[in-house]
């Protein structure tokens, strides 16, 4: 039997990273939202490693932070260990990542999505969506028959839909970490005809503290001073509590895998689902790199009020005693005691070629996709569409204009680019490598790039942009001040510079022309500038790297500006790619079914050569010439 149940404007199913970040996103725009979890213990949970950021995932969080979403807030709130990535490479590749409390992050963002006002919070699976007489959403339903009218919808179902186990010859039907899976929701959205396929992640085993020998293992400490994910957290509170450690695996190790891959539901052939191409089991590691002699493991707390340990590297599909037993022959886990199996999961995920830009439905107008069902991999990855899906689901009820997010903008806006231009063979992660602009595309600077947009949004504060505003003023201050300010030459400054191995000065020298060298920074010149302003470690770091990098940027915002003119030139979104001549058969078919924004995003797509862009370049000045003619 199914009831009428209350009206929504928007409902977000799943309550994952990406379904968080949806819902507040939509509550917080001022439309009625609801978020539906299959447990309300699930609410942010974390399947797999309990850490945030890391090496491109670090940008992610930053963005979504000056976005106004909450991630960051989440990870500085709980984090356990705190180090910056990629500190021996130059700024572009520097990446925050946090080891956070698995239990104190869920409890952190369950508290969040109670408390905010616009949004209702229910445990009950989806387990169907209803279309009105035009194919727009009109109604999600729950298992026990509930009929939820609304006028948007977000699919944010993360690993859940027809989840399947796999940990040796033991295959059962499941959400991550037992949790019971979602399997009337798939058959529902392939009646309406959404294009699903299979993928699969892994997890390693969670093990006890108790059990290993940390006296074996290299210890990891935290980083000092400790850097937030939020540009709004005051650092001065934030304090490292754990270490972390690292293993390797050895001979032994390897040969109790290869003989037992037979074993292997992912060499055996019972796992279709596609998996990770750059997060692999430790049986693809030991298979693909035979000649390695061993992989490094990272052994990580899960939190302060828990014996578990993560073994980060270490994601595997074999039976239990087959884990157990490679396990003990790592040097400090002789005594090994597991609490948790490692396992494979194996789960419906949507073609992303069928969203738009602004991860609606091309066919279903109203309807969302973000996360991991749109075929990413990553907590990060997932947060970062939830939030833009929840913005462009709140405006579109509320009759305003999307936001798309270019690929100069931002790794969010990279991201959506590849999968709703490119598609996916395998989980998408993200990296550095596919930013082309990454060196503009900085973590440090992520507020100046998505702050405003955020304001004009409404997810930002008066009062937060205030502050933004100032600190923008405070950069453009010092980098004047210290483009005009000479230090005059001295002995003990040419003592720094030879101590540093640059040459000495005969002469004063601008401060900008001296933090322009690769060895002195802008902290090894405090000595020589008296007038130097108090200011901030961030607005500090802005300046330093604005003078180092002051070429390479101008470079980089010259190729922004090229694509920025390509992407100035609209493709309308009725055209038929089949009636223009000169475009080959591959660009014809992948043009139609990617149906790009503009000629940027037309150069991107797979099977698109230059010569296929010189066609539509010539049509669209045709097509102009010929609609001026009409007018006139």
Do not use: W
Not at 37 to 53: A, F, R
Not at 129 to 141: A, T
Not at 177 to 184: I, L, M, Q, R, S
Not at 304 to 327: D, F, H, K, R
């Amino acid at each position: 039997m199914e009831y009428l149940a209350q009206a929504y404007d928007v409902a977000v199913v799943g309550a994952g990273h990406a379904g968080i970040e949806a819902a507040l996103a939509a509550a917080r725009l001022g439309v009625r939202t609801v978020l539906f979890t299959i447990s309300l213990d699930s609410i942010g949970n974390m399947p797999c490693n309990p850490s945030i950021g890391g090496t491109a995932k670090g940008h992610l969080v930053r963005e979504i932070d000056a976005l106004g979403g909450e991630m960051g807030r989440a990870a500085d709130a709980v984090f356990l260990q705190s180090r910056m990535l990629n500190r021996g490479k130059g700024p572009a590749v520097h990446s925050l990542r946090v080891q956070a409390d698995r239990a104190q992050y869920h409890l952190y963002m369950k508290e969040q999505v109670e408390n905010q006002e616009n949004l209702d919070v229910k445990q009950a699976e989806i387990v169907d969506l209803r279309l009105d007489g035009q194919g727009r959403v009109q109604s999600v339903v729950t298992s026990l028959g509930a009929v939820y009218p609304v006028k948007a919808a977000i699919l944010a179902t993360g690993t859940y839909l027809r989840g399947k186990i796999f940990v040796g010859e033991s295959v059962q039907e499941s959400g991550p970490d037992g949790a019971h899976p979602a399997k009337a929701l798939s058959a529902a959205l392939e009646r309406l005809g959404v294009p699903l396929r299979r993928f699969k992640t892994g997890t390693p085993a969670r093990v006890s503290r108790r059990s290993l020998d940390f006296s074996k293992l290299e210890r990891q400490d935290g980083e000092e001073p400790i850097t937030p994910f939020s540009f709004e957290t005051d650092p001065t509170g934030l304090k490292n509590q754990v270490s972390c450690y690292i293993a390797y695996t050895n001979g032994r190790t390897h040969q109790v895998i290869r003989e037992n891959l037979h074993r292997s539901p992912l060499f055996g052939g019972a796992i279709e689902g596609v998996g990770p191409r750059y997060c692999p089991s430790i049986e693809d590691k030991v298979v693909r790199f035979p000649d390695k002699p061993r992989h490094q493991i990272f052994v990580e707390p899960m939190g302060l009020y828990t014996q578990e340990m993560y073994l980060s590297g270490m994601s595997s599909s074999l039976p239990e005693e087959v884990q157990l037993a490679l396990y003990r022959t790592i040097d400090g886990f002789e005594h090994l005691e597991i609490m948790r199996n490692a396992y494979a999961i194996e789960y419906d995920c949507v073609d992303p070629l069928a969203l738009r830009a602004t991860l609606e439905f091309k066919e279903i107008p109203g309807l969302y996709g973000a996360g991991q069902f749109n075929g990413t991999s990553g907590y990060e990855e997932a947060a970062a569409q939830g939030l833009l899906a929840g913005i462009n689901a709140a405006r579109q009820v509320r009759g305003q204009e999307p936001v798309v997010l270019e690929r100069s903008s931002s790794y969010l806006g990279t991201l959506v680019d590849d999968l709703v231009t490119k598609g996916c063979s395998d989980p998408y992660r993200m990296m550095t490598s596919r930013s082309e602009y990454r060196l503009v595309l900085r973590q440090d600077n992520a507020d100046a790039r998505l702050t405003p947009l955020g304001y004009e949004i409404g997810l930002i504060s008066q009062e937060r942009y205030d502050r933004f505003l100032q600190k923008q003023a405070e950069i453009d201050r010092e980098l004047r001040r210290v483009q005009s300010t000479t230090i005059p030459v001295s002995e003990t400054l040419n003592a720094l510079l030879v101590s540093r191995g640059t040459s000495p000065v005969a002469a004063g020298l601008k401060m900008a022309d001296l933090i322009r060298r690769p060895q002195i920074s802008y902290g090894d010149l405090a000595p020589f500038d008296p007038g130097r302003p108090a200011l901030s470690a961030a607005v500090t770091e802005e300046v330093e790297i604005q003078i180092k990098y002051e070429g390479y940027i101008k470079k980089q915002l010259a190729q922004v500006s090229l694509m920025h003119r390509l992407e100035a030139r609209a493709l309308p979104e009725e055209l038929d790619y089949r009636a223009i001549d000169g475009l080959r058969l591959e660009a014809r078919e992948k043009l139609e079914q990617v149906r790009p924004r503009n000629i940027g995003q037309a150069s991107r797509v797979s099977g698109v050569s230059p010569a296929d862009i010189n066609v539509l370049l010539i049509y669209l000045e045709q097509r102009g010439q010929h609609q001026g003619k009409e007018q006139g």
